[in-house]
């Protein structure tokens, strides 16, 4: 199982992790990336796509 932390002060919300989870677990919230979904398949898309680095899959 994979844990995605979103850093809410480095986030910019340019939606990039969004577009980019194939498990659609992130979205927009008040203009800021979230997890809302339950199941992170682990490829790391979402930390690779964003600009600020605010984001860390890691394995639990």
């Known amino acids: 199982m994979f ?3 979103i850093d809410q002060d480095k986030c910019v ?3 990039e992790c969004v577009a980019t989870c194939p498990a659609k677990i992130l979205s927009l919230v008040d203009g ?3 997890v809302t979904g339950e ?3 682990g490829c790391q898309s979402c930390m ?7 984001i860390v899959v890691q394995e639990y």
């Open 32 to 34: 800021k990336a979230e």
């Open 3 to 5: 844990i995605v932390t």
């Open 13 to 15: 919300g340019c939606s």
């Open 39 to 41: 199941e992170c398949m």
């Open 48 to 54: 690779m796509m964003c600009p600020t680095e605010a």
